[in-house]
């Protein structure tokens, strides 16, 4: 077979056989199109030693190993000592590839595929170690799904057709691709100077620096972005001819997500669809890229990063000025305005500080937080570096370059003192010095008698001076165009210009607005875009008429523009012209139409498909300029309302209670005051999440008498699950199974805003465990009911709770299957839980497959919120007894909440017994006393209308 393979990379084809052999056969067809060599069973030569002897030296002679798994499982080899978990041949072949080290590919048969009877595994044990065996390969790589032989082609091209040919060439080790933008830097003028920065990037990007990460921050217009261009374009690949690719993203176009920039780069780096990627969480593309970044040598380049942070978390990023970066704030809660929107995006950007081979290059107004320590020095593995402006002989080569004639002393001086040589100032500088009628270019004669009076002002001050003295020279039209352009937040092309300007002389103002420094043009795309300095500057400059005529043809175009159905988005790419004409009507303060837009299924994209809790916030918080507790004038109560509770639910799910209280508290003063009963019940609701015990107690009293007395069943239903679940976590299980009573003959033919499939069940799988009475059939058809109403964050909490009840059987390999598949899905969602990785990390310790147990368990005591519980036992195991100790009484702690009776009563047991087995007294806590309790927002006026209603009802 090496002979065979002589002069090619040789791939093993691994799959079952006789259900398979149509796409072997396409497969191996393929492969030999691509100058690959394929090595199957079809193509040996007959074997003396045994078929899985031979199957597995099959794998050690390939290069790389792709793998087909359809609907059998296949041959399990009858093997003690090499087979003792009884799987399957091609799983075992897996299982060497992986210990080979080899590339893998896995091509999973989808549900809709044509299949014969004789083609579906019928034994009932390989159907569950089937099941297993997609899952493990799901949770490990980008697995495509074909559904026809024709897709499993077209997938296979997509998936190899990159990878190098030849003996002397490992599939392992690409070769290096090519430069790629998304999307390129659009530069107003040429490159000069920065001998200095440009030696600094040549030293840092060698392989003996320690510094994976090199941060150039400095104030808008400094020249980050052409510094950053020009070298990783010209001299990158001069500095070292080992880069596996060179790859640059900006944030000013493309936006404040991480998870793009994983998508984008991962499709560079593998040679895939972006679309392959689409459906994976930022943590899950994180790790993804993070594997990548360690095994080759990468160049990332990641421009204008401030956009990622909270600072920019609004709806008009895009026209941010630099007063307002200089001095950071944040408009939706009271986060620090240099750390992520996001979190998973905070934990991207610490691990690309990690020692490996790759470089990754930032540019940023803001230095990120999780970049620097406390006293504000750059974190191991971060190189910071300030960009100053230009060196004056550079900005006068620079000024020249623009066709500005002068005395050269002169012109240095005057950069030097009046815009510290900022390569963006002295662009649009140069553009007044050329429409000086009396003598165009000749800086000597324009200094002299229309040099700008900036006298003591500030750089940024004087940055801006010399743009709005650059803008008050625009003609009408130029003038249009700039305004235009400065509303929108991404580049454009002549087109969509022309379509939004309705000038016939865009053949005079676009290149007026170009020699002038303003517009910048991208040749490879046909694209025009604004610095982000001249967008905010421009913006800032807009009248209120032109702001109103401008912003109505942007809505005009955006409403005209053909979309999918919101409910079927997976990206936000799939929404961003609902985001943009949510936007545009925001600028244009035409708040009710904005609302208009965002209402119904763009709101609910943004909540269930998307997650997008950070960008639901983005839109609404315009609507509420004084605070989250404040309707704006300019909506009317009933929008005002629904509103603040899509902004209470969002502000909840990010973990901001106390402005989450504040909406929903906000909301539900709307709906007394409007007497919306079924709306207050919505707002009950969502409320009683967020109160202590004692208080969600009577706001779920008051919820479930409001919806006896509307006679609403729907809402009835809902009030009685939410009552049930509280109960049970109080340990009233009495009452839970009373309420169960009523509760499970109801039915479930509700709404989705009601009840989510296996909810109710889910429910009483957790009340059983609770008590110890759990069995098989109520978690098993709680588990059915929410896989097939894709009920996927129930689905992620029943596998944690199946964890659990294995874990007190003592079944550790089932536990962490189960752990394992709740944090797949969990971050699958942008989701933290901290118990399941917590849960994970004990069990694959029990099973002897957690290797840096310490340095795991030290990552989750470090991390934002942490589960003591859990994590207290992983001490306790590991031999730390006083870091278990000190957890378990945090746990205590926590689950003690408002005191007896209202204490999370299964968590507290568990805390107790964990302090007993360390021979350590529980703190004495205060009971709960009802003096001290307050009432929650506005109980009085909740009970106030309930007994109105009562009263009513009584009268009829």
């Not at 035409?590 to 983005?618: I, P």
């Not at 109710?760 to 978690?779: I, M, V």
């Amino acid at each position: 077979m090496a002979n065979a393979a002589q002069g090619f990379a040789g791939v093993m084809v691994s799959s079952t056989f006789t259900d398979l052999k149509e796409h072997r056969k396409v497969l191996r067809e393929a492969l030999g199109k691509l100058k690959l060599h394929p090595v199957a069973m079809e193509d040996s030569a007959p074997k003396t030693i045994g078929v899985l002897d031979s199957s597995l030296e099959m794998v050690r002679e390939s290069r790389a190993y792709i793998c087909v798994i359809g609907k059998r499982y296949g041959w399990v080899p009858e093997d003690e000592g090499r087979n003792p978990a009884k799987i399957s041949v091609t799983e075992l072949e897996l299982n060497e590839a992986v210990r080979l080290e080899l590339p893998v590919l896995v091509f999973l048969m989808g549900k809709n595929h044509h299949v014969l009877e004789e083609d579906v595994e019928l034994d009932a044990e390989k159907r569950k170690k089937l099941e297993a065996f997609r899952e493990r390969v799901r949770n490990r790589w980008v697995c495509p799904e074909f559904n026809s032989i024709e897709e499993f082609l077209g997938l296979v091209y997509a998936a190899v057709a990159d990878w190098p040919r030849g003996r002397e060439s490992d599939v392992a080790v690409e070769k290096a691709r090519g430069f790629k933008a998304v999307p390129p830097y659009l530069a107003s003028n040429e490159f000069v100077g920065r001998r200095a920065q440009l030696d600094v990037l040549n030293d840092w990007a060698s392989a003996a620096d320690p510094h994976p990460v090199l941060l150039f921050d400095a104030i808008g217009g400094t020249g980050k972005s052409m510094l950053t261009w020009e070298w990783a374009r010209k001299h990158a690949p001069k500095v070292r001819s080992d880069w596996a690719g060179r790859f640059w993203y900006s944030f000013y176009e493309r936006g404040a997500v991480m998870a793009d920039f994983c998508r984008q780069a991962l499709a560079y780096m593998t040679g895939r669809r972006v679309e392959e990627f689409g459906k994976l969480a930022t943590a899950e593309l994180s790790d993804l890229l993070l594997s990548e970044l360690q095994a080759r040598p990468w160049l990332l380049v990641l421009d204008g990063l401030e956009r990622v942070l909270v600072m920019y978390h609004r709806f008009d990023a895009a026209q941010v000025t630099e007063e307002e970066a200089n001095a950071p704030t944040d408009q939706i809660a009271q986060r620090d305005p240099c750390l992520a929107i996001r979190d998973e995006d905070d934990t991207l950007l610490r691990s690309l500080a990690m020692e490996g081979p790759s470089k990754v290059l930032i540019t940023s107004r803001l230095v990120p937080r999780v970049l620097v320590n406390r006293a504000n020095q750059p974190v191991p593995g971060v190189l910071r570096v300030t960009l100053p402006g230009l060196r004056p002989v550079d900005a006068e080569e620079l000024v020249m370059s623009l066709g500005i004639r002068g005395d050269s002393e002169a012109i240095q001086n005057y950069l030097k003192s009046n815009c510290d040589c900022h390569p963006l100032v002295i662009g649009v500088l140069a553009g007044l010095i050329q429409n000086y009628l009396p003598d165009q270019g000749n800086f000597d004669a324009w200094v002299k008698e229309m040099s700008l009076d900036l006298g003591t002002l500030d750089l940024r001050q004087k940055q801006n001076h010399i743009l709005q003295a650059s803008l008050k020279e625009l003609s009408a039209k130029s003038r249009a165009v700039l305004g235009t352009m400065a509303l929108l937040t991404e580049s454009v092309d002549y087109l969509t210009l022309s379509a939004l300007v309705c000038d016939g002389e865009l053949g005079v103002t676009i290149p007026d607005l170009q020699r002038r420094g303003l517009l910048q043009y991208d040749g490879s795309t046909k694209r025009y875009d604004l610095h982000p300095v001249v967008r905010s500057v421009a913006s800032d400059q807009l009248k209120a008429d032109e702001t109103e005529s401008y912003g109505q043809r942007l809505v005009d175009h955006f409403s005209s523009q053909q979309h999918d159905p919101w409910m079927e988005a997976e990206t936000l790419e799939d929404v961003r012209m609902g985001l943009n004409l949510v936007r545009t009507l925001l600028k244009l303060g035409r708040y009710q139409a904005a609302a208009t837009a965002f209402r119904g299924d763009m709101s609910r994209a943004l909540f269930f498909n998307l997650n997008a809790n950070a960008e639901v916030l983005m839109l609404l918080k315009p609507f509420f300029p004084q605070g989250w507790g404040k309707l704006s004038a300019q909506v009317n109560k009933y929008t005002g309302s629904y509103l603040l509770n899509q902004a209470g639910v969002a502000l909840s799910r990010l973990g901001a209670r106390e402005e989450a209280l504040e909406a929903l508290a906000a909301a539900l003063v709307s709906d007394l005051l409007q007497r919306d009963l079924l709306s207050l019940a919505t707002r009950l609701h969502n409320l009683s999440v967020q109160l202590p015990l004692g208080q969600r107690d009577r706001c779920l009293r008051a919820l479930l008498g409001l919806e006896e007395l509307l006679g609403d069943r729907e809402g009835l239903f809902s009030g009685l699950r939410k009552r049930f679940g509280y109960v049970r976590q109080i340990g009233r299980y009495h009452e839970a199974e009373l309420l169960w009573g009523i509760l499970d003959p109801m039915g479930r033919e509700w709404s989705k805003d009601a009840h989510r499939p296996g909810g109710a069940e889910g429910d009483f799988a957790w009340a059983r465990f609770c008590q110890g009475t759990l069995e098989e059939k109520a978690l098993v058809a709680a588990e059915d009911l929410a896989r097939g109403g894709k009920s996927g964050d129930i689905t992620i909490d029943l596998h944690y709770l199946r964890g659990l009840w294995c874990v007190e059987k003592g079944d550790w390999e089932h536990a962490m299957k189960c752990f394992g598949a709740a944090v797949t899905m969990d971050r699958a969602v942008n989701g933290n839980d901290p118990r399941y990785a917590t849960c994970l990390a004990l069990a694959k310790f029990q099973r002897g497959q957690l290797p840096e147990a310490s340095m795991e368990a030290e990552h989750l005591a470090n991390a934002k919120r942490v589960a003591h519980q859990p994590l207290a036992e992983l001490w306790l195991v590991l031999g730390d007894r006083e870091k278990a100790t000190h957890h378990a009484l945090q746990a205590y702690r926590e689950a003690w909440a408002d005191g007896e009776p209202y204490v999370y009563r299964w968590e507290l047991n568990k805390a107790k017994a964990l302090l007993e087995k360390l021979g350590v007294e529980p703190p004495v806590l205060p009971q709960y006393d009802p003096e001290k309790d307050g009432k929650y927002p506005y109980e009085d006026e909740v009970n106030a209308a309930i007994a109105e209603l009562r009263a009513q009802k009584g009268k009829k």
